[in-house]
């Protein structure tokens, strides 16, 4: 059972480049989102989709979109790459709602140069 | 809006020692709250939960209690390991809503031998 699996895992842009960061989970969980981690911040969620069809924004979406593509995938885009977007980026899903946990992915560590 | 807070690292303690790592929140209703940890180079998982107040989670040495009236989750371990160094993340799922996650910004640990 692989859990929840990110690609790529690690990656360089330059400025304004694009690329999507992809997440897929073979636990059949209804939610999935994806956080960024930067120092003395802890993790700080972009986009959320409570279900299959639905996406929200989180607390940091600028320069973000996302896509549910089924109920197994959710893809990250950054459209125009920024220095700011360096970080290291996780996807979680979650089974229910409610007191469910979290289950993430290994993280990819993107730098923008 | 929900928050947490935990209190700043790095802490540095030797083996055996005893630790409390804090953590408070603000929440509307009735979250669950989590302990996470990130091992170096990982994502994050669960260490432990509680989903109501005076709920006591525990896992590997590790305890937390759900304080309703002080809105606090500490954790503590009566005898940590060098295996133990790692990052710990407190963090809340709301009972309503979304239903996200919501992490405090982590505690660095270094366990000397």
Redesign the interface.
Known sequence: NAG?TQTPKFQVLKTGQSMTLQCAQDMNHN?M?W?RQDP??????IY?S?SEGTT?K?EVPNGYNVSRLNKREFSLRLESAAPSQTSVY?C?S?PM??????F????TRLTVV | GNSVTQMEGPVTLSEEAFLTINCTYTATGYPSLFWYVQYPGEGLQLLLKATKADDKGSNKGFEATYRKETTSFHLEKGSVQVSDSAVYFCALREGTGGFKTIFGAGTRLFVKA
């Open positions: 929840v939610s989102y956080y003395g911040m802890g993790l700080r969620l959320y409570a929200d989180g996780f979680a979650i709602s409610g007191s469910t946990e979290a993430f992915g290994q993280g």
